[in-house]
């Protein structure tokens, strides 16, 4: 599915990468991990509108998480793109996860 397609990353993923980076579940920081995948796969930084996203992520009530919401509002308001996630709680509530 990655070479297939264009591989956006929610700004929220960057910086869930970043926090656990900095409790030691990551070993490389966000900006490393998306130079990576940027220079890798292509992929790039979604660049939807933060407002469009936090309001779709207000009908996210399954979770508490709130990087979980703004993932799945983000692929959710970029037209119900797939979702790349080994999260079973998020595929559980978003048909469209791809793992």
């Known amino acids: 599915m990655i ?3 264009e591989t956006l990353l929610s700004p929220m993923v960057l910086l869930e990468l970043e926090y656990m980076q900095e409790v ?3 070993k490389l920081r966000a900006r490393d991990i998306l130079r990576k995948l940027e220079h890798e796969i292509g992929a ?3 660049d939807l509108p933060f407002a469009n996203v936090a309001l779709a992520a207000c009908d996210e009530g399954w979770t508490r998480d709130p990087f979980d919401r703004m993932i799945v509002a983000q692929a959710k308001v970029n037209g119900l793109a797939p ?3 080994a999260d079973e709680e998020i595929a559980k509530h978003y048909q469209r996860t791809v793992w």
């Open 44 to 46: 790039r930084l979604c």
């Open 24 to 26: 030691g579940r990551a």
């Open 83 to 85: 979702l790349l996630s």
């Open 3 to 5: 070479e297939k397609s």
